[in-house]
């Protein structure tokens, strides 16, 4: 009786688990919010809210397409470029390309074929690089805070704070997504060109979300990675999680409090920017439950970076792991991380770089190449 009850029960658990999740719910959406308003009813209290048209008149939204960014773009940049089509930072490989050329494979100019893979033209110093030209197209976003430096001509006059960020610049081809994760800051993204989906849960769920261990790279992901693709019976506590969806048009500024999961969809081709913020408080930070978890990763990434950095370099299984998995493609990507935590990283970060004049002269470009295995 037992073994029928079970036979007849587990398809029915399976079916159960299986079922697709609820329908996510519409994000709140407000017109015309003024920034002190929105600082005093969202950002301060960590509430995602979408401000329609806020950005409207940007001069970027109006600008930005293929043709203008391929004309303005120099040099070269590092393009993540994946197998599928959701582009998880951490297991992406980077190629470097002109940016010029990235622009119009990535905005999809007719003769300029993908090929195999999908690619990501997403980076935190693209602004200040291969497309600082374009930065005074995007006005000063007076959503975040004012220790977020801009790019604007404004803040470019003004002495820029320690601990300041800039905005990252993301282009990207249609139905790529940026998987399921969290950021330690309070984000503010605007869409300037095509359409995003963002769907987004609240930290609260996270013990639903399976985040991954910390110990990890990429740890501030979900094991759920793409949730277009989701087996929720393997899964099944996040089935009852309560996801929250909305679609970006351009000019749109979507508010992501830190700690808040989101994955991030384009619907076309599209591009937008994003501002991180500095934490309101630490203290409430505190009662965010990612923010143990986040702390938790960083000790560990910061043990492995002394460890690597003391070591003369990192043992010789991992660089061959490396190397094969990125086939030395990753290089200009890992010099333009160098370069960007030297100028821009944390306190630590500089200390620890500290002693290394420029990229190649780290224990990680000497072990990696100095017996002849030649840079991409
Ligand atoms: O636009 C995307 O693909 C991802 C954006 C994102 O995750 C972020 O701004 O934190």
């Known amino acids: 009786m037992g073994t029928l009850l079970q036979a007849a029960l587990t398809p029915a658990l399976a079916w159960l688990y299986g079922r697709s999740r609820a329908q996510p719910r ?17 950002y301060d209290h960590e509430v995602p809210v979408v401000l329609r048209g806020h950005a409207r008149d940007w001069p970027a939204v109006e600008k930005w397409d293929a043709e203008y960014l391929a004309e303005h773009a120099h040099g ?64 000063r976003c007076t959503l975040v805070p004012d220790e977020v430096v801009q790019l604007t001509p404004h803040d470019l006059e003004q002495p820029r704070p320690a601990s300041s960020t800039s905005p990252s610049l993301w282009i990207g ?29 609240s930290p609260r769920s996270s013990s ?25 019976s393997e899964f099944p506590k996040a089935r009852g999680v309560a996801f929250f969806e909305t679609t970006l048009e351009p000019g749109d500024v979507l508010f992501v409090p830190a700690g808040w999961w989101h994955q991030v969809e384009n619907r076309v081709p599209a591009i937008s920017v994003n501002y991180f913020c500095p934490a309101p408080s630490m203290l409430r930070r505190w009662t965010n439950p990612n923010t143990a978890h986040y702390a938790i990763g960083q000790w560990f990434e910061v043990a492995h970076y002394i460890r690597f950095l003391r070591s003369g370099g990192i043992d010789e299984q991992a660089v061959a792991n490396y190397q094969a998995r990125i086939n030395g493609r990753n290089l200009a990507h890992q010099r333009q991380w160098f370069d960007d935590k030297k100028r821009n990283g944390t306190i630590l970060d500089k200390w620890l770089l500290s002693k290394y004049p420029d990229f190649e002269s780290t224990p990680f470009y000497q072990t990696r190449y100095r017996d002849g295995i030649p840079p991409a």
């Open 173 to 201: 081809q249609p139905h790529v997504s940026t998987p399921l994760h969290y950021d330690p800051w309070p984000n503010v993204i605007v869409q300037i060109r095509g359409t995003k989906t963002v769907t987004l849960a």
């Open 208 to 232: 639903h979300l399976y985040p991954r261990d910390p110990r990890r790279g990429s740890y501030w992901y979900s094991e759920l990675g793409d949730l277009r693709g989701v087996s929720w």
């Open 76 to 139: 070269q940049v590092s393009v993540a470029c994946s197998a599928s089509s959701a582009i998880q930072t951490g297991s992406a490989h980077f190629v470097s390309m002109g940016a010029t050329d990235a622009v119009r494979l990535v905005l999809g100019e007719p003769g300029h074929a993908a090929g195999a893979g999908y690619y990501y033209i997403k980076n935190h110093s693209l602004l200040r690089g291969a497309f600082a030209s374009v930065f005074a197209d995007l006005r």
């Open 26 to 42: 519409a994000l709140p959406e407000v017109r015309g919010l003024s920034p002190g308003r929105f600082r005093e009813s969202f």
